[in-house]
C-alpha cells in the first residue's frame, strides 16, 4: 500500500468518524449519558447494581444460604435499575447505536472480507463498552 493510499484511509476514516459522530443514534446516547450522569440518584443505583452484580459474581464458593441471599438483593436491586426512566433510556440509547455500528462495520468489512462482519455481543452499559459502566 503506498504512503498516498495509507494518508486517504486516515482522511476518510476521520471524516466516517465525524459523520458517524453527528448521527442520530451518537447524539441521543451522548445526550441520554449526560442526564444519566447528572443524575444523582441514577449514578448511586448504578453503583449499587455493578456491586449486586459482582456479590452474586463471586459467590459461588460461598454457602448456599448466602448465594441466595445475594441473588434476592442482585434481584432487587436489578427491578429498580429496570424501572430507572434515565438509566432505561441511556440503555435504549446505547442500543440503538450498537445496532448502528454494527451495521456501519458490516459495510466496512464487506469489500475486505467478502461477507458481513460477525455479529458482537457488547455494548450496553457494563458490558465493558464504556459509558456509564452500569453493567445493565
Not at 51 to 72: D, G, M, T, Y
Amino acid at each position: 500500500m503506498s504512503v498516498a493510499t495509507r494518508q486517504n484511509v486516515w482522511v476518510l476514516a476521520r471524516e466516517l468518524a465525524e459523520a458517524i459522530a453527528g448521527t442520530p443514534e451518537v447524539q441521543e446516547f451522548r445526550r441520554t449519558e449526560d442526564a444519566v450522569l447528572a443524575d444523582p440518584e441514577a449514578v448511586a443505583l448504578i453503583r449499587e447494581y455493578e456491586e449486586a452484580k459482582r456479590a452474586v459474581k463471586f459467590s459461588r464458593n460461598a454457602p448456599p444460604e448466602e448465594q441466595q441471599r445475594l441473588i434476592e438483593r442482585f434481584l432487587a436491586v436489578e427491578e429498580r435499575f429496570n424501572a430507572h426512566e434515565a438509566i432505561q433510556a441511556y440503555w435504549n440509547a446505547r442500543v440503538a447505536l450498537d445496532a448502528f455500528m454494527d451495521r456501519v462495520n458490516a459495510v466496512v468489512t464487506f469489500p475486505i472480507t467478502g461477507r458481513e462482519a460477525p455479529k458482537v455481543k457488547g455494548g450496553a452499559c457494563g458490558s465493558g463498552g464504556g459509558g456509564c459502566g452500569c453493567g445493565g
